[in-house]
């Protein structure tokens, strides 16, 4: 918990270092002055997309939960996802999601193993449809970003890589059960060799028995196709929400003439370029992105604006509310 009480402080201590940069690149007065004369109803509609997002993302773990539990509510749905955006902005690689929604889901009544599945089978979908929607959108897109920005082209390519990379090996690994077993039979030969780790033994036979149970349920989602279609409309839905609010910001400063295919498309690729920095939400490196894929769009005037404008929307809210939901009992 202190990791991540650091983390957090080392997120509130970003915000406070970027607004101070674009004081002093821009000044205060001038800062002051783009806030004041924003379309303040495009700036709700971002905010509203975040929302939707967020709801978005609970309708999906609420339709993958009822694989295994058909009374599972919105609302129980709606906090796990808030908890797991919060420890996802928190952490490295967004590394501390998956582990507290599992915490929270146990907490709500779901046995730790079918909590484990459906996180799991959400999250193979989403790197799955993430993978195909961003690969249409490379196809689409990405000629005019390379021809615009051409130090990018290798990040972009990096990060889709590591994203089609990790949806192989999920995909291997629930669907070849011999194979997975035979793999955390080598890990364990591996782990015996670490005197730090105790009881390897029992860490093999806990890890194969939620195996087991992850194919189990795995099983069970192939024959709930109706959930399983939902969930995947949900989740192309979701991240269409989510490329948009660059667009609503641009718009919220009197801007015009982008267009919304490019914007969406650019926001993909910072997700994939963000995708290999470490930092916790991924700090430094999605300003940075930013900057150079939405300069084509926004005036020089304003780019440092409307970074603050997407970073709050879409991170820091993560944090507050998610924080919020986590205190909340």
């Not at 009544?109 to 979908?125: E, P, R, T, V």
């Amino acid at each position: 918990m202190k990791k991540y009480k650091f983390n957090l402080i080392l997120g509130i201590a970003s915000v406070g270092i970027f607004i101070l940069l674009i004081i002093f690149t821009h000044g205060w007065m001038d800062l002051i002055h783009q806030m004041k004369n924003l379309h303040i109803q495009w700036l709700i509609a971002a905010i509203f997309s975040m929302f939707l997002y967020w709801v978005c993302e609970a309708r999906i773990l609420q339709v993958t939960v009822f694989l295994m539990k058909k009374d599972y509510k919105f609302k129980e749905a709606f906090k796990v996802t808030l908890i797991g955006q919060y420890f996802n902005s928190i952490t490295p690689f967004a590394s501390g999601g998956q582990p507290m929604q599992l915490f929270a889901l146990t907490k709500q009544g779901l046995l730790a193993g079918k909590a484990g599945s459906a996180l799991m089978i959400k999250f193979i979908m989403y790197q799955a449809i993430l993978t195909i929607y961003s690969l249409v959108l490379i196809f689409w897109k990405l000629d005019f970003f390379r021809r615009k920005t051409s130090n990018l082209f290798y990040l972009i390519g990096v990060g889709f890589l590591v994203h089609a990379s990790v949806i192989v090996c999920l995909i291997i690994f629930s669907k070849y059960r011999k194979l997975t077993h035979k793999f955390i039979m080598i890990l364990s030969k591996i782990l015996r060799k670490f005197k730090s780790i105790k009881n390897v033994s029992k860490l093999e036979s806990d890890i194969n028995e939620n195996l087991d149970q992850f194919h189990d349920n795995m099983q069970i989602a192939k024959h709930s196709k109706g959930l399983i279609f939902e969930a995947v409309i949900y989740t192309t839905l979701q991240l269409t929400i989510y490329f948009i609010i660059p667009y609503f910001i641009y718009l919220s400063f009197g801007m015009n003439g982008a267009s919304i295919g490019s914007m969406i498309a650019g926001t993909a690729f910072i997700m994939m370029i963000t995708a290999v920095i470490p930092s916790p939400g991924a700090m430094g490196g999605a300003e940075g992105a930013f900057y150079i894929c939405f300069s084509l769009f926004f005036a020089a005037s304003n780019i440092m604006a409307g970074i603050l404008l997407w970073r709050l929307i879409t991170f820091y809210s993560c944090i507050i509310f998610g924080f919020y939901a986590l205190k909340k009992k």
